[in-house]
């Protein structure tokens, strides 16, 4: 489940299983639905239909298919809040608000042409990938050399990650520095309006992964979050936000969460 929205109406998300599938070679997308049901009525409802993520396909046929790896392909991320359900392909800044009855109601878009991605970007993102892994120095060697043979999509996705607080806020996780690790946030009210960007502490979990192994809860007044230190050892740890005023609106500089 994805959350709940007005309290008492889950939100799912449904994909398709591997008996369901079929694939072509090259680029898939396959949809996901997204459901809505009742907590004191189980029948569930269909909502809306939204792009997956984009898988590259090297073989397929009665043998089976074959993955590999696409470096920088396209997904949807989603989000419930209490009175939003927030879908956020990545393909261009468009992030659309859905209401309990899977009405369009508005679009947070942000006008940015999509980056490019160089080799530079690759190297960087294997390079970090490769030091998440603890594997013995011969096999990351033979997984660089094999690296070269990956798909790569043309464009970086928009951004990386969107969560919802409880305050019905938006935080969409921009790419830093290409990698693995977590970037900023650029946070927007449920009217669309930009508020700020931060940054989380360092040492705490990434946001994203799957929907239902989310490890930070971001409240009115706080962060809370799973910290891991430099032995690897995890904490929970609570840290307080504080709202104040951006240094530069304009141009979207980083600074404190205003009011």
């Keep these: 489940m994805l959350g709940c929205i007005e309290g008492h109406t889950g939100v799912g ?33 269909s909502l809306l239909s939204v792009p997956g ?14 993955h590999q ?56 993102w294997v390079d970090q990938y490769l030091a998440t892994l603890d594997r013995p120095p011969e096999e990351k060697a033979q997984m660089r050399r094999t690296a070269s043979e990956l798909s790569v999509a043309e464009t970086m996705p928009a951004f990386r990650w969107v969560v919802a607080d409880a305050e019905d806020n938006l935080w969409v996780e921009e790419w830093k520095d290409v990698g693995v690790e977590q970037g900023r946030f650029s946070v927007f009210r449920p009217d669309g309006a930009w508020l700020g960007s931060i940054a989380m502490p360092p040492g705490l979990s990434q946001m994203r992964g799957r929907y239902d192994e989310q490890s930070m ?19 929970v740890r609570l840290y307080g936000l504080h709202k104040g005023v951006t240094a530069d609106h304009s141009r979207g500089e980083s600074g404190q969460m205003p009011d």
Excluded: C
């Design 53 to 66: 993520a984009e898988e590259m396909i090297v073989e397929s046929g009665p043998s089976g298919t074959r």
């Design 13 to 45: 998300l449904r994909t398709v299983g591997p008996g369901d599938r079929s694939f072509v070679k090259g680029i898939n997308r396959l949809p996901w639905s997204i459901w809505r049901f009742d907590l004191f009525d189980p029948g569930p409802d």
């Design 217 to 235: 809860e971001i409240g009115s007044d706080y962060v809370l979050g799973v910290w891991t230190d430099e032995y690897g050892v995890q904490q």
């Design 69 to 124: 790896t696409y470096v920088f392909g396209k997904y949807t991320v989603l989000a419930v809040s209490t009175h939003w359900i927030y879908v956020a392909p990545t393909d261009a800044f468009s992030i659309q608000a859905y209401d309990r009855d899977g009405r369009l109601r508005r679009v947070i878009r942000r006008d940015e042409t999509p980056r490019r991605v160089s080799r530079s970007d690759v190297r960087h």
